[in-house]
């Protein structure tokens, strides 16, 4: 009888690593394709200078050893014929898309002296420096922008987690992220880390298993839908009837923490008297969940303690009411007595790059060297007061207006890195006012339909041919060496910026000083030296770094104005705002607009995160793009009955802005009435159907997630 092998874990692993005659080694860096919160630990195996493999690096506690799709796509990313491979220069007109290469001295010279002829015409205001979804230059790019004299640093959070930090500053002066291993309760109100944030659900998963009672709040049924308790399926752009209405039980019913709302909180009464006007019933008419399940919500989060709030970065502000209605679902943190409390919502400030770990860094004071008083007002802050007051960028989804109107004063030239024209409401208006600009560079891996817009183009490269820091909610830090030559004569997008910096801001010595230099001074707080973190490859975890204490505000004080938690801001007052976390119907809805709701009677909401896609980045990469090859709107079985369709069927999704052709995809993850499309397919562009000012108006956020559309069949 033949011996059966009996492999232990170890000689699985050993077996996995190619011995030393093959040539390969194995090299460890990140990935960095999707958000800063994940960015998991890769081991490549090189041979020969050439990524052959990518496994999830199994010592980073962060993804130990797992990766997605997309990462264990990323040859496909790295090595794709669309990476630009030289500087590039226009040839011809806007619309040519014709480009020569030229040298990088040449590039960077042109670029200083087009930026710097600008500066002394209409003033160093009239340069804006964006940065789009990549986050790992952006301390670097918002110091230059300043050095320069610049305030207009802006980026891709105008409409990304920013719009929720506004909300929750305006309540409390910081946002408290949920401390979910040690909460009995988890209150997730529309997020879905089941696709946005895989590396994160292991960890959800183990404390399901604990047996967490999980209440979640959307309209779409997740992964989480059949392991949460509640789910309660709201109308989209509803959230904040819900909010109140959860409110007006907890206050009914005497479940709120009364000994923090009289001691550090203003504007209850006001609140309390608001909230009356919200009964379940009255909210269920609104929000569409049944009233006895709003109830059962609101005495299931309030009397389990403690209990936190998982929000996503932007579900509940993509709406034209979205920074009212954030303010009522996270006013509910403190109305229960779960903020800044252990297994509640903690707050930890970020120590580098949105992460934070209990680590404190200098990334504040490096990033904005002046304050703004010194310099000319920031894009939108005269229609976005809060904004500009509460959040450290001008609003980029202004841009395109003051570029056309030049009002208050003119834009003539942006240097973006990596930068998207389709994220904007109304794309195709932002890419026309891109062809307006006297200058336009942008920094991009790929040779992208933004890129050919440009007069210059630069190629930056990837993780894996860079070095960065990476800090994770472990406490786990790398810093990554190269583990390939760039491709072509791509470079890191750090070392462009230092480059422009010696060109444009000369006098910032610190710049001048380069990038280890500058981290060093990042980090010193923190005790950590670049020489020393590049020793450990793969990393390592720190051990000594102690955690903020629970309940600082009672030592501090809230930081908002009055020093307390505002159910009534004042920032709001001060702006001519209503102070109160007031609910408004989406301004696109079928009771707000009943008259358009007749010819476009489906709620739209667009953008609920794929698996398999990041907006624009992985739909050029084969294995990806065969998960899902076309376009799809997802559409209850009972609307596409009404409409005639068969899965698959090729149909019209209209807006009152136009149309686009997609597939049906027929689904009960939508509830009736309401279709969802994600948003990043390139030849089937959601956002140039909705209007470029369908905004907040406190936050100028795009209210891409309630609208109104018809799906039709095409003939
Ligand atoms: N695979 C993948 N991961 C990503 C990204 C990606 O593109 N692809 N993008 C990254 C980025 S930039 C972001 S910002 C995050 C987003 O991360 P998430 O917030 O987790 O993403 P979404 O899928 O947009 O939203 C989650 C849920 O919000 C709910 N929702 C939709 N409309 C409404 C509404 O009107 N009200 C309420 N209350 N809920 C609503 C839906 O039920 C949906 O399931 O994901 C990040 N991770
Ligand atoms: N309808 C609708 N629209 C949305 C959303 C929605 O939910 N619905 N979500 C919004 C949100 S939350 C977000 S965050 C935005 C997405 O924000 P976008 O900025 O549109 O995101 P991406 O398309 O991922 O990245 C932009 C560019 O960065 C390039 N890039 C990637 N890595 C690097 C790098 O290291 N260096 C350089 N120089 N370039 C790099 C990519 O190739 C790409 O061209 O979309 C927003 N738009
Ligand atoms: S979750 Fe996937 S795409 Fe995101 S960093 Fe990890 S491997 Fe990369
Ligand atoms: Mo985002």
């Known amino acids: 009888m033949p011996i059966k092998p009996v492999l232990s874990p170890i000689s699985v692993l050993k077996g996995k690593i190619p011995d030393e005659t093959s040539g390969i080694e194995v090299r460890k860096t990140i990935c960095s394709i999707c958000n800063p919160l994940s960015h998991c630990g890769i081991d490549a195996y090189v041979k020969d200078g050439v990524i052959i493999k990518v496994e999830g690096t199994k010592e980073n506690p962060h993804n130990a050893g797992t990766l997605c799709a997309k990462g264990a796509a990323n040859r496909q ?50 340069v804006v420096f964006y940065a789009g979804y990549p986050k790992w230059m952006r301390p670097f790019l918002k110091r230059l922008a300043h050095s320069f004299g610049s305030p207009n640093y802006c980026s891709e959070s105008s409409t990304c987690s920013a719009g929720a930090l506004l909300a929750s500053k305006l309540n409390y002066g910081v946002a408290a992220r949920p401390e979910i291993p040690k909460s009995e309760c988890l209150l997730v109100w529309s997020t879905n880390p089941f696709y946005s944030n895989t590396s994160a659900v292991r960890k959800l998963l183990d404390i399901m298993e604990k047996g967490i009672k999980i209440i979640e709040v959307g309209p779409l049924i997740t992964p989480l839908t059949p392991h949460a308790h509640i789910h309660l399926r709201i109308r989209p752009g509803t959230s904040g009837a819900l909010a109140l209405s959860m409110a007006h039980v907890i206050i009914e019913e005497g479940l709120f923490d009364r000994e923090f709302i009289d001691n550090w909180s203003v504007g209850f009464d006001e609140y309390r008297d608001y909230v009356q006007e919200f009964p379940p019933k009255v909210a269920a008419e609104i929000t569409g969940v049944p009233a006895d399940l709003i109830r059962k919500a609101a005495r299931l989060y309030a009397t389990t303690k403690p209990a936190a709030m998982l929000n996503g970065p932007n579900a509940t502000v993509h709406h034209t009411n979205g920074i009212q209605n954030h303010r009522a679902i996270t006013a509910l943190i403190g109305l229960t007595g779960n903020f800044d409390r252990e297994g509640g919502n903690y707050f930890v400030p970020p120590a580098y790059l949105y992460v934070a770990n209990g680590v404190v860094t200098r990334q504040q004071e490096f990033e904005q060297p002046r304050p703004w008083e010194e310099m000319p007002p920031r894009i939108g802050e005269d229609l976005y007061p809060a904004w500009c007051k509460l959040i450290p960028e001008a609003q980029a989804i202004h841009l395109p207006f003051q570029i056309t109107s030049q009002q208050p004063y003119p834009i003539r030239a942006v240097l973006a890195v990596g930068m998207n024209h389709r994220m904007w409401p109304g794309s195709d208006h932002m890419r026309d006012s891109l062809k307006i600009l006297d200058f336009l560079v942008d920094v991009d891996l790929f040779m992208t339909d933004t890129a050919r817009l440009a007069d210059l183009i630069l190629p930056a490269c990837s993780s894996f041919e860079r070095s960065e820091l990476k800090f994770y909610p472990e406490q786990h830090v790398i810093w990554t060496s190269p583990v390939i030559k760039p491709i072509g004569e791509s470079r890191p997008d750090v070392d462009i910026i230092l480059d422009l910096a010696s060109r444009l801001a000369p006098a910032d010595s610190l710049l001048q000083k380069g990038y280890e230099e500058c981290m060093d001074w990042i980090l010193d707080p923190a005790g950590l030296k670049v020489a020393n973190l590049k020793k450990f490859p793969g990393g390592y975890t720190l051990k000594e770094i102690s955690m903020p204490p629970y309940r600082k505000y009672e030592k501090t004080g809230f930081y908002t104005p009055t020093g307390k938690m505002e159910f009534a801001s004042t920032i709001l007052k001060e702006a001519g705002l209503d102070p109160l976390p007031r609910y408004q119907e989406p301004a696109l809805s079928p009771h707000s607009t009943p008259e358009v709701a007749r010819e476009f009677p489906l709620i739209l909401t667009t953008g609920a995160r794929l698996p398999m896609y990041v907006h624009s980045r992985t739909f050029r ?62 030849e089937a562009d959601i956002n140039q159907l909705i209007e470029p000012d369908y905004v907040d108006p406190i936050s100028g956020y795009p209210g891409f997630k309630s609208l109104l559309c018809e799906v039709t069949k095409t003939s």
């Not at 559409?635 to 149909?651: E, F, K, T, Y």
């Open 77 to 126: 990313y790295i090595y794709h014929p669309d990476r630009i491979r030289t500087p590039l220069i226009k040839r011809g007109d806007r619309d040519s898309g014709e480009f020569e290469p030229i040298s990088w001295e040449e590039a960077l010279d042109l670029i200083a002296d087009r930026l710097l002829r600008i500066k002394d015409e209409s003033g160093p205001e009239s």
């Open 621 to 682: 990469l084969p294995w990806i793009r065969s998960l899902r090859p076309d376009p799809m709107v997802d559409i209850n079985p009972l609307d596409a009955h009404d409409r005639d369709l068969s899965p698959g069927d090729w149909v019209e999704l209209s807006t009152q802005r136009g149309l686009i052709r997609v597939k049906a995809n027929l689904t009960e993850i939508v509830p009736q009435g309401t279709v969802n499309i994600y948003h990043g397919y390139p």
